[in-house]
């Protein structure tokens, strides 16, 4: 089972920022924080992923608090385009481990 | 920019027959994955391969399912006996080489529709 818990969905006003808070309270000290998304029925996208420092890339920037319990997404200046499925998934970073996704965020980016 | 492709789009069968579904994965990429995504719920993780063999795989992929790579582009998943309940959207992907693990690529999918 996903071991994040995030809202069922969200709205942004297009052009301002998106934040999209994930909780991870039974994360471990291994385990990094990434995030994926699904526009409509296309395949999972990558976006970010981090361990414990703020992360920041052309597509978002990823707040780990700093018990790292909890961590949001920012989209800085979301578009339509973002409209989309957000995942948050925790897991060992190693490349034999797969991605366990949960429900996700629909975010709803509105003009 | 290289990506997974995935053959094809969409596939339609009767209950009880074989289906295979095809992938060709980046060029580079070492491990291969297929997930699946019934329609309106979560993807779910299926199988991983590496090394021409499988790493790793859930309940949900049992006897029915079987994975090759035929050779040295093509990754594909047979289901032999199709039932209703393998209608959904399966996703391939591939993970690069063993310096970088952390980003999955995913194709953009082939739907199976079994009637």
């Known amino acids: 089972d996903a071991k994040t818990t995030q809202p069922t969905s969200m709205d942004c006003a297009e052009g301002r920022a998106a934040n999209l808070p994930c909780n991870h309270s039974?994360?471990?000290?291994?385990?990094?924080v990434y995030w994926y998304r699904q526009i409509h029925s296309q395949g999972p996208q990558y976006i970010i992923h981090g361990l414990k420092n703020n992360e920041t890339n052309e597509m978002a920037s990823l707040i780990i608090t700093e018990d790292r319990k909890s961590s949001t997404l920012i989209l800085p200046h979301a578009t339509l385009r973002d409209t989309a499925v957000y995942y948050c998934?925790?897991?060992?970073?190693?490349?034999?481990?797969?991605?366990?996704f949960g429900p996700g965020t629909r975010l709803s980016v509105l003009p | 920019e290289p990506e997974v492709t995935q053959t094809p789009s969409h596939q339609v069968t009767q209950m009880g027959q074989e289906v295979i579904l095809r992938c060709v994965p980046i060029s580079n990429h070492l491990y291969f994955y297929w997930y699946r995504q019934i329609l309106g719920q979560k993807v779910e993780f299926l199988v991983s391969?590496?090394?021409?063999?499988?790493?790793?795989k859930s309940e949900i992929f049992d006897d029915q399912f079987s994975v090759e790579r035929p050779d040295g582009s093509n990754f594909t998943l047979k289901i032999r006996s199709t039932k209703l309940e393998d209608s959904a959207m399966y996703f391939c992907?591939?993970?690069?080489?063993?310096?970088?693990?952390?980003?999955?690529?995913f194709g953009p999918g082939t739907r199976l529709t079994v009637l």
């Open positions: 992907a591939s993970t690069r080489d063993r310096t970088s693990y952390n980003e999955q690529f």
């Open positions: 039974t994360i471990s000290g291994n385990e990094y």
């Open positions: 998934i925790v897991r060992v970073a190693d490349y034999g481990q797969n991605f366990v």
């Open positions: 391969f590496y090394n021409n063999e499988i790493s790793e």
